[in-house]
């Protein structure tokens, strides 16, 4: 008898089991843990309390839905591994954090880590953070009090985030860490171009990362790389207001891991202060980026559209007598095309001490658009770029490749 129950038990389950694989998992309103949506209540422990409940869930892939509305809530993390695939559906879901500091302990609004598979789909995240970005203590050059990101995203693989906002977080919009093949696809980030720190996506120590379709709209970097960035392709991206896309700064610490195949394509720069820029400390420990290719990029008034500088030395915090000790090679620049509103359209400030290699430039036409006129310039020193059709302005000279020049700023 107890033979046929356990028998029958089994098959139940396995009847049951299979249903619910069928309809694709269970689904976990926030509501029903007690989300209020009224702007006011912390809605936070509802939405973990929802995720936690889809992770570690039988029968996935299962979902968390945060249904349209606009819920306040302070910092929360979602942490995994999960039984399985999880999404979270936020499409017309509004979260906003709190505007004061003090409300957070720590350095990130909302973070989840240590999970595969995760599919984010929809939903807007907003940091408030128009009163910080003031606060001197916070955004000087030490840094010495933690100011949130609004999306932090570590050890978070195989993943997808989509069709989402994040708008005015009170530092980097969102980071990656770790976060080895994922893809984000149709994602605005907005942040007035006055706000400090606000880089849209920061990259760090990553393999395998797709960005296309997003619009990005900040006070500093619309995308910057980290050391360990790896295979990362860009596509059909718009940047600005803000400091453009930047490879590094590089070289600053011991042991860093190198930059490997970055690709930037389709994308269209506007009125940002950089465009596509590597940058490496002097006098710095040694490192190597490489595979970096710009192809079919549009500038509308950027400051300085092709920047490789290898001196970069923000607030003098660094000797500039040591060259970089950060290898560049394998870079090229293809069909970039636009406007730039300082003369010095590209300037490739390599290392004396570690020359860049391999560098190509081909069919780069950029007009110089702005006070006294006149064209724009290509300067060049310890590179010597291949160069390939027709290019505006003419790329440097070899004999200037080979002097080093030293810049001033
Ligand atoms: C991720 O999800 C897809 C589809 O749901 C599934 O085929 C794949 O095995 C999952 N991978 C992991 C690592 O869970
Ligand atoms: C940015 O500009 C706006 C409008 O001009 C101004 O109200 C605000 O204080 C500025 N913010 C910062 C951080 O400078
Ligand atoms: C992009 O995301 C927005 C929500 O931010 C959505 O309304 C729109 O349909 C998405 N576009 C595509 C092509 O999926
Ligand atoms: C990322 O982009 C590359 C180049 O377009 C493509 O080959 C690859 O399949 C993409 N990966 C994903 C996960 O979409
Ligand atoms: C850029 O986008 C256009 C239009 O979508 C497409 O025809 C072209 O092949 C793309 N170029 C690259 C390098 O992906
Ligand atoms: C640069 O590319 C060449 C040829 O494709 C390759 O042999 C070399 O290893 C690359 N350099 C680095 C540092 O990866
Ligand atoms: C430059 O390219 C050549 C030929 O592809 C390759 O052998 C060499 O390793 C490259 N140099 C670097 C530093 O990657
Ligand atoms: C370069 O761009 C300008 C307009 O920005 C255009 O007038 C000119 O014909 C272009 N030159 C080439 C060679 O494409």
Same mark, same amino acid.
């Given at each position: ?6 028998i ?9 089991t ?10 976990f ?36 839905l ?45 973070? *989840? =880590? @240590? %999970? ?5 789909? +929809? ?5 408030? $953070? ?7 203590k ?6 010495k ?17 989509k ?18 093949h994922?893809?984000?696809n ?15 996506i ?7 990362l ?13 995308i ?9 392709? *860009? =596509? @059909? %991206?718009?940047c600005?207001?803000?400091? +453009? ?5 590089? $070289?600053?610490f ?7 195949g ?50 970069y030395c923000?607030?003098?915090a660094?000797?500039?007598?040591p ?5 560049l ?6 069909k ?7 003369k ?12 860049? =290699?391999? %560098? ?12 006294? $006129? ?17 290019n ?18």
């Amino acid at each position: 008898m107890d033979k046929i129950n356990s028998i029958r038990k089994a098959v139940c389950c396995l009847l049951l089991t299979s249903l619910i694989a069928r309809n694709h998992g269970a689904t976990f309103n926030i509501q029903t843990k007690g989300a209020k949506g009224d702007g006011v209540t912390d809605d936070g422990p509802a939405i973990v309390a929802a995720w936690k409940e889809a992770c570690a869930a039988a029968s996935p892939p299962n979902s968390v839905l945060i249904p349209p509305g606009t819920y306040f809530t302070l910092a929360f993390t979602l942490s995994g591994p999960c039984q399985g695939p999880v999404e979270i559906k936020a499409a017309g879901a509004i979260l906003k954090a709190p505007p004061e500091l003090e409300k957070f302990k720590d350095d990130s609004w909302i973070t *989840i =880590e @240590k %999970v595969r598979n995760l599919t984010l789909n +929809g939903g807007t995240f907003d940091g408030q $953070g128009h009163g910080t970005w003031t606060t001197k203590k916070c955004h000087d050059s030490e840094m010495k009090c933690a100011i949130p990101v609004n999306l932090r995203l570590s050890h978070v693989r195989d993943s997808l985030f989509k069709d989402f906002t994040s708008a005015n977080s009170k530092n980097f919009h969102i980071t990656l860490w770790k976060c080895d093949h994922s893809k984000f696809n149709n994602i605005t980030i907005s942040a007035p171009a006055n706000s400090t720190n606000t880089d849209g996506i920061h990259i760090a120590k990553l393999d395998g990362l797709n960005i296309t379709n997003t619009i990005i709209k900040t006070g500093d970097d619309c995308i910057s790389f980290g050391d360990g960035s790896k295979n990362v392709y *860009i =596509e @059909k %991206v718009t940047c600005g207001p803000g400091h +453009g896309i930047s490879i590094g700064s590089l $070289g600053k610490f011991p042991n860093e891991e190198p930059v490997q195949g970055v690709y930037i394509r389709n994308c269209t720069i506007s009125g940002t202060t950089n465009g596509l820029r590597i940058k490496t400390w002097p006098g710095s420990q040694p490192g190597i980026a490489s595979d970096m290719h710009f192809h079919e990029i549009i500038m509308d008034k950027v400051a300085n559209p092709i920047l490789i500088d290898q001196e970069y030395c923000p607030h003098n915090a660094c000797k500039k007598g040591p060259p970089s000790k950060v290898k560049l090679s394998n870079v090229s620049f293809r069909k970039i095309t636009g406007t730039s509103t300082t003369k010095e359209a590209l300037k490739f400030v390599c290392s004396a001490g570690a020359p860049c =290699e391999n %560098v190509t430039v081909a069919d780069i036409n950029l007009t110089f658009k702005g006070p006294g $006129g006149g064209g724009a310039t290509f300067h060049c020193s310890n590179v010597n770029p291949k160069v390939i059709g027709q290019n505006f302005p003419p790329a440097c000279p070899a004999a200037a490749a080979t002097a080093p020049q030293p810049t001033t700023y």
